[in-house]
Every structure is written in structure tokens, then in C-alpha cells.
């Protein structure tokens, strides 16, 4: 099992939709989560940190869920400018004190009129 | 304040030949990590480092790919006898030693073999 996956897509959802990506990470000792923006030809970007409660950044919705070792992310009325890929990145404990993030290879998301 | 600085941006070079990649991290930022990326492909792990030592560098696609990193902050990685099939996009990222701790990538160096 890979430490990080995620459908690879395309998802290409009408605009207005609601979206839910998953990620799921193997290694249950994780304790970091992130989603990135990956924009055409552009480097990736910080969307949000995913906490244990939850949480929410407007039309962004990031989840947890450690029994199934997976995180989600659910952009609600998808905008055209929502079209990108989404990376999720998980931790792991790499020794002394440090910690290594391991990156999905993104889910590609084509948000059209 | 400056984010993580690759350069160059873009390297076209010949078949065979060496070439030689930088990546200049946010002040503070212990660890540091290079990725590939092909044209429409996701990120491909390439290596890790922690301070000047890499614990991981299991991505490495060839003994022609190499990387060091000195002083803690800049990083080189280096491609011996350039393939065609190593034109690619090349990220760098880096972060904050602590666990909560988001990385944060360069523009990359887009690679052509001709």
C-alpha cells in the first residue's frame, strides 16, 4: 500500500456543484495532514491544514478520520476559479525529533460553466 | 522574508551533458525536499533532507541523479548524462522542523533534453 493516495481523476463537476476528494495515508502514527493547490504549470500552494475536529474555510471543508486512516476535503458551489489539482500531504515521525510530509499525486478537478 | 528560490528557471540542455539544479530554502527550514514533475503527471519523490543529511532518498531514479545540501540551506541536485525522459519539472519544498508544520515549494526548474 502506498503511504499517500488519492484518485488521480479528472472530476469534472458543472459549476455550483458540491466536491469531495479523499486521501487515504498508511501510516497511523501520522499526526500532520495538509491540502495543497496545484495550479496548471504553477507550484503547489498551502489550501488548508486539516485538524482533528474539522474545519472549515468558507466553501472548504477538511476532515479527519483516523479509524479509516483518511483525510477529505469538500469544496461546496464549486467556482470556476476551483479548477486545479488538489494535493493532500500526511507527516510521519522521521527520527530525532523531525518529521517528513509525503504528498498524494493530486486530484485534478475541472470545474466547468 | 523571501519564499524558497530555485534557479535557474529553466534549463535547456543536450543530451549527455551534466547539469546542475539549485535550491535556496526559507531561512529556518531544517528540512528540504526535491520533486519531479512531468507535464500533466503528479509529484515523484525524489529525496529528504534533514539539515545536511538525507535519511530518505529512496526516489532517486538513477545513480545519474544526485543531490547534496550544505550549511543547512542551499541544496544542489545533479543529473550526470541528461535523458530525454529526465525533461521534467523540478520542485523544490522545505519547512519548519516541528510537526504542525506546512512545506512550502519553489517555482521549480523546468528541464529540457534535447
Known amino acids: 500500500r502506498k503511504e499517500v493516495e488519492q484518485d488521480p481523476g479528472p472530476f469534472n463537476v458543472p459549476e455550483g456543484a458540491t466536491v469531495a476528494f479523499n486521501c487515504t495515508y498508511s501510516?497511523?502514527?501520522?499526526?500532520?495532514f495538509f491540502w495543497y493547490r496545484q495550479d496548471c504549470r504553477k507550484e503547489p500552494k498551502l489550501l488548508m491544514s486539516v485538524y482533528s475536529s474539522g474545519n472549515e474555510d468558507g466553501r472548504f471543508t477538511a476532515q479527519l478520520n483516523r479509524a479509516s486512516q483518511y483525510i477529505s476535503l469538500l469544496i461546496r458551489d464549486s467556482k470556476l476559479s476551483d479548477s486545479a489539482t488538489y494535493l493532500c500531504?500526511?507527516?510521519?515521525?522521521?527520527?530525532?525529533?523531525?518529521?517528513?510530509?509525503?504528498f498524494g499525486k493530486g486530484t485534478k478537478l475541472s470545474v466547468i460553466p | 522574508g523571501a519564499g524558497v528560490s530555485q534557479s535557474p528557471s529553466n534549463k535547456v540542455t543536450e543530451k549527455g551533458k551534466d547539469v546542475e539544479l539549485r535550491c535556496d530554502p526559507i531561512?529556518?527550514?531544517?528540512?528540504l525536499y526535491w520533486y519531479r514533475q512531468s507535464l500533466g503527471q503528479g509529484l515523484e519523490f525524489l529525496i529528504y533532507?534533514?539539515?545536511?543529511?538525507?535519511?530518505?532518498k529512496s526516489g532517486l531514479p538513477s545513480d545519474r541523479f544526485s543531490a547534496e545540501r550544505t550549511g543547512g540551506s542551499v541544496s544542489t541536485l545533479t543529473i550526470q548524462r541528461t535523458q530525454q525522459e529526465d525533461s521534467a519539472v523540478y520542485l523544490c519544498a522545505s519547512h519548519r522542523i516541528y510537526m504542525n508544520t506546512e512545506a512550502f515549494f519553489g517555482q521549480g526548474t523546468r528541464l529540457t533534453v534535447v
Open positions: 533532507f534533514q539539515g545536511n543529511s538525507a535519511p530518505d
Open positions: 531561512s529556518g527550514h531544517t528540512a
Open positions: 500531504a500526511v507527516n510521519k515521525d522521521s527520527g530525532a525529533g523531525s518529521y517528513q510530509l509525503t
Open positions: 501510516n497511523s502514527a501520522s499526526q500532520s
